[in-house]
């Protein structure tokens, strides 16, 4: 089964990082990819921008309402996801443990995909 | 040991990236920056005490801020000999009340707090370059030797400026009800200048002080993100944090291995940094679709021009040159207008561009960049003499070792080309 493992932390404190902080724990969670990709269990990675770069489209007005900054306003925000291969959720909760060792603080939600595209963009 | 060590990371940025929110509360609760800043540092030392035992608290700002506030209160009591407050421990108890101010701080309070936090630092009243020690001090907490480091003094003299700041804040009488929204956009404006100050102090740095002041140019993006954060939709301030970002982008590939100068067009443009570059353009994309526009936004678009281009003849000089004359409108000085005489140059050619500058010669007299600029377009018409007297000139305004070693190479050139070429130009 696709799990999607979404990454929450507080952006302002992620933002805080010294540069030799943020390359350690990637380097860190590089690690963890790498052995997943060896497995065939590593789908699209992304790490997002900063919620200051966001915009928002609000659909239930017509026309649609364009509005600056993330979808809500939260102590968290989303800063980037995985999607993996697990084979039901105590593997996925096993390989969120261990991104999380690679990078503690903030939390991540763990939620099995329904419909997965790979797409077709070149990274 | 390694866990201790990020144990260590992680709580020093947390209370890096709580501060501004913490310190502006404490400002409005004491409504005193000294007796606001000394509360924060205990509320730091408890939190350096107590939480690599008993784990993070849910909302690390409210701890501070509530931790902070108490110390406070506690320390005034004791100085006017009244009655202590309960015990440590029991205020540590800080779970319920945690979550109470926690609701609290999502109010308007907040965003006013940090904006009033800035604006007090950039009060008219101080010179800029106290605005800047006492915004890096004060909001964003860099110790007073950082920031010695960074302006190339000693600690003394820094404590000394940042002293006299604190004075003349405290003599200013800043208000601390809810600014209207008049008074909001005028505080927005005048701290969105000094962020750009800060950054200024750090990209204008040059031979051996690039790497002390590097951090400022960070502190003001950081600055800025924060001010994006609590006005989401104000394009100004995603042009500001757009064109810092566009401008630090390059900052790998601005000097060489000695420190000299590297112009945009002989830069290693696969050294500029893409994610800063990436989120650059996303923001004033964004800015632009609010069609109002203004000074930090049409500066960020040029920076954005230069970025897009892969290769410096990619460069769209015409676009470039528009930009500038609406900055011209929008800004009108001097050295706007000999920003856009180099885009002219490009477009239209060197006399043109000469033509544009020449009548700035008086008030632009004692500026570098202008002897630098008009020798390179006297240059590029064949008049050398003309061009190595301007070159001098420049050389003797330079501010830094790095600029006058980048116009001496223009006339090491300049010289060597004469020599080569003395014989085809006599005919």
């Not at chain 1, 900063?50 to 928002?56: E, G, I, M, N, R």
């Not at chain 2, 377009?377 to 006058?404: S, V």
Request: with cysteine.
């Amino acid at each position: 089964m696709l799990y999607a493992i979404l990454c929450y932390h507080d952006e302002a404190m992620v933002g805080s990082w010294s540069k030799d902080h943020d390359d350690a724990v990637m380097e860190k969670l590089a690690v963890v990819q790498d052995n997943l990709a060896k497995q065939g269990r590593l789908g699209p990675v992304a790490r997002l921008l900063p919620t200051t770069a966001a915009t928002t489209l609000r659909k239930e007005g017509d026309p649609p309402l364009v509005l600056d900054g993330p979808f809500a306003e939260t102590k968290e925000q989303l800063l980037g996801f995985y999607i993996i291969e697990a084979k039901d959720l105590d593997d996925a909760l096993e390989v969120a443990r261990d991104l999380g060792r690679a990078n503690p603080g903030g939390s991540y939600e763990i939620r099995p995909v329904g419909v997965f595209h790979p797409g077709s963009v070149a990274s | 040991m390694s866990n201790i060590a990020s144990d260590l990371a992680w709580i020093d940025a947390a209370l890096i990236s709580a501060r501004p929110q913490a310190v502006g509360a404490l400002l409005r609760y004491f409504r005193d920056l000294d007796l606001a800043e000394e509360a924060f540092q205990n509320a730091c030392l408890r939190a350096l005490k107590t939480w690599p035992q008993n784990g993070p608290p849910r909302d690390a700002t409210a701890w501070l801020i509530m931790v902070g506030r108490n110390s406070g209160i506690d320390d005034a009591r004791r100085r006017n000999k009244l009655a202590e407050l309960p015990p440590e421990d029991v205020i540590s108890d800080t779970d319920d009340a945690e979550g109470e101010i926690a609701e609290r701080l999502d109010g308007s309070h907040y965003r006013d707090d940090i904006l009033r936090l800035l604006f007090i630092c950039c009060h008219p009243q101080l010179p800029a370059t106290q605005q800047i020690a006492l915004a890096l001090r004060i909001v964003s907490g860099l110790t007073v030797k950082q920031i010695a480091r960074a302006f190339l003094v000693t600690e003394a003299a820094m404590e000394q400026r940042i002293t006299r700041a604190k004075t003349a804040v405290a003599k200013a009488d800043v208000p601390f009800e809810a600014p209207g929204a008049v008074e909001r956009s005028e505080r927005l404006a005048a701290v969105a200048a000094m962020i750009y100050l800060v950054f200024n102090e750090g990209y204008s740095a040059s031979g051996d002080s690039i790497k002390e002041r590097a951090p400022l140019c960070d502190e003001a993006i950081r600055l800025a993100r924060l001010l994006l954060r609590l006005f989401p939709a104000e394009p100004e301030i995603m042009g500001l944090l757009s064109l810092l970002l566009l401008q630090h982008a390059r900052a790998g590939a601005r000097y060489d291995a000695d420190g000299g100068i590297v112009l945009l067009d002989d830069q290693d443009r696969g050294r500029w940094n893409k994610p800063m570059i990436a989120e650059g353009m996303a923001l004033i994309d964004k800015a632009m679709r609010h069609r109002r526009s203004g000074p930090y936004q049409v500066q960020a678009a040029i920076a954005a021009l230069h970025s897009g281009a892969t290769h410096p003849s990619e460069t769209d000089w015409t676009q470039i040159e528009l930009l500038y004359r609406t900055l011209e409108m929008q800004q009108p000085s001097p050295v706007v207008t000999l920003n856009r005489a180099v885009a002219v140059s490009k477009v239209q050619g060197p006399q043109a561009a000469l033509d544009l500058i020449e009548p700035l010669a008086k008030r632009l007299a004692g500026y570098f960049n202008f002897h630098g600029v008009r020798g390179a377009l006297l240059l590029q018409l064949g008049r050398a003499t003309e061009a190595r007297c301007a070159f001098d000139q420049a050389i003797a305004l330079a501010g830094t070792t790095a600029e006058a070693a980048h116009i001496r190479m223009h006339i090491d050139r300049l010289m060597a080309d004469c020599t080569a070429s003395g014989t085809a130009h006599a005919k």
